[in-house]
């Protein structure tokens, strides 16, 4: 029912910035959650943030709180995140993963995306 296709990673130097972005089809992506998971290589994979289906409520992940930012486009079937001040933890895949019930910030989520790697340099 929904597609999700993530862009926007790759490599950057510590306390840079990258933007994601993640691109939807389907009639009801509107009416769907949308969050952003990581996972680091030995890891699980993590909630990083979320928001909700209207826009007006975000979750995020204490670690990326006031370095990345979650928004959504729904005219344009997007779903951003912003990512400044990073650092080498944040290496991972990132996954774009959407929900059609429930919190923003709980499980499960019901589809996602294939990821796109972003690493950080040192």
């Known amino acids: 029912q929904v597609q999700l296709v993530e862009s926007g990673g790759g490599q950057v130097q510590a306390g840079g910035s990258l933007r994601l972005s993640c691109t939807a089809s389907g009639r009801t992506f509107s009416r769907h959650h949308m969050g952003w998971f990581r996972q680091a290589p030995g890891k699980e994979r993590e909630l990083i943030a979320a928001i909700s289906w209207t826009g007006g409520g975000t979750y995020y992940r204490d670690s990326v709180k006031g370095r990345f930012t979650i928004s959504r486009d729904n005219a344009k079937n997007t779903v951003v995140l912003q990512m400044n001040s990073l650092k080498p933890e944040d290496t991972a895949v990132y996954y774009c993963?959407?929900?059609?019930?429930?919190?923003?910030?709980?499980?499960?989520?019901?589809?996602w995306g294939q990821g796109t790697q972003v690493t950080v340099s040192s």
């Open positions: 993963a959407a929900k059609s019930r429930g919190l923003i910030n709980t499980p499960p989520f019901d589809y």
